[in-house]
Nanobody, 116 residues
Framework: QTHLVESGGGLVQPGGSLRLSCATP????????RAWYRQAPGQQRELVAT???????KYVASVEGRFTISRDVDRLTVYLQMENVKPEDTAVYYC??????????WGPGTQVTVAS
């Protein structure tokens, strides 16, 4: 069973914007934190942003000031708003529960490609 489903990826030009979504059907998970990860071709999966159960957000340095992680009012959908994207942001983006000890099987991810 798919626990988390990512969507919203696509092709975007450098400097553009994109909003990714991470949805779950499990209502109990509204109380859990969430995290966004990404994996570029040939690279290991890396943590991009986290949102705690108290909605405290943290970001990796490379996206600080450009990406924003947030939660919908139903607290089941989490977003990653990407601004001023760069070619190095190209990757498959995944979401999961946070902290790491709560992780569930990975979803399919959503591809983000930043190119002219």
């Amino acid at each position: 069973q798919t626990h988390l489903v990512e969507s919203g990826g696509g092709l975007v030009q450098p400097g553009g914007s994109l909003r990714l979504s991470c949805a779950t059907p499990f209502s109990d998970w509204e109380f859990y934190g969430r995290a966004w990860y990404r994996q570029a071709p040939g690279q290991q999966r890396e943590l991009v942003a986290t949102l705690s159960d108290r909605d405290d957000a943290k970001y990796v340095a490379s996206v600080e000031g450009r990406f924003t992680i947030s939660r919908d009012v139903d607290r089941l959908t989490v977003y990653l708003q990407m601004e001023n994207v760069k070619p190095e942001d190209t990757a498959v983006y995944y979401c999961n529960l946070h902290p790491e000890r709560l992780r569930v099987p990975w979803g399919p991810g959503t591809q983000v490609t930043v190119a002219s």
